[in-house]
């Protein structure tokens, strides 16, 4: 079964707007993580924000923000003020056990 | 060098050919992975090691043979492959390799940049 659903392929924000980027999960483990990594198209994957399943608040580095809603199992990337350098594939993952999990990713333009 | 480096960045070989893929991490990490990206699938995890030893591999054709040497190096050795493992091939490292019933941030995983590999 698919851990880590991503449902939009593609994503277009004009610069300087905010973009959110949707993952949904499904795990029957109570402790598990949730990451969202960027790709840019030279194919080096970054790390760019971590939520802990019992982290009560959201997470939040820099620009990005992390939209947790437990019940629903959601971890939605929030992208505020938009550069034209964010443009690339954004990857939602999870681990639980000994395993990680990602999407199949989205790819985010930024227009100027 | 900082980060996780990768060598070679592009490898073409043919089915019978034996080439092995370099991953080097400067960031004192105790787990290292091995992933498959493939083109429209979701990255797929192939190898964890913690403290160099073997915690995970997921049903993983054996022509492909990992080894970790020390905690700094993983290596992935290929041999007899198939157009179909033609891939990105990322190395990844984490400060600790995740754990049943566990979650944390030390999980957070750094990567190189990849083996383009294509086998022809």
């Known amino acids: 079964a698919q851990k880590i659903t991503q449902t939009q392929p593609g994503m277009f924000v004009q610069e300087k707007e905010a973009v959110t980027l949707d993952c949904t999960y499904d795990?029957?483990?109570?402790?598990?993580?949730l990451f969202w990594y960027k790709q840019p198209s030279s194919g080096e994957m970054i790390f760019l924000i971590y939520?802990?399943?019992?982290?009560?608040q959201n997470a939040t580095e820099g620009r990005y923000s992390l939209n947790f809603q437990k019940a629903r199992k959601s971890a939605n990337l929030v992208i505020s003020a938009s550069q034209l350098g964010d443009s690339a594939m954004y990857f939602c993952?999870?681990?639980?056990?000994?395993?990680?999990?990602f999407g199949t990713g989205t790819s985010l333009t930024v227009i100027p | 060098e900082t980060g996780v480096t990768q060598t070679p960045r592009h490898l073409v070989m043919g089915m019978t050919n034996k080439k092995s893929l370099k991953c080097e991490q400067h960031?004192?990490?105790?787990?290292m992975y091995w992933y498959k990206q493939s083109a429209k699938k979701p990255l797929e995890l192939m190898f964890v090691?913690?403290?160099?030893?073997?915690?995970e591999n997921n049903s993983v054709p054996s022509r492909f043979s990992p080894e970790c040497p020390n905690s700094s190096h993983l290596f992935l050795h290929l041999h007899t492959l198939q157009p179909e493992d033609s891939a990105l091939y990322l190395c990844?490292?984490?400060?600790?390799?995740?754990?049943?019933?566990?979650?944390?941030?030390?999980?957070?995983?750094?990567f190189g940049p990849g083996t383009r590999l294509t086998v022809t």
């Open positions: 990844a490292s984490s400060q600790d390799a995740p754990a049943p019933g566990l979650a944390g941030w030390t999980y957070e995983q750094y």
């Open positions: 993952a999870t681990n639980t056990g000994n395993q990680f999990y």
């Open positions: 939520q802990g399943s019992y982290d009560e």
């Open positions: 960031l004192g990490h105790n787990a």
């Open positions: 090691y913690s403290l160099e030893e073997r915690v």
């Open positions: 795990t029957s483990d109570q402790s598990y993580g």
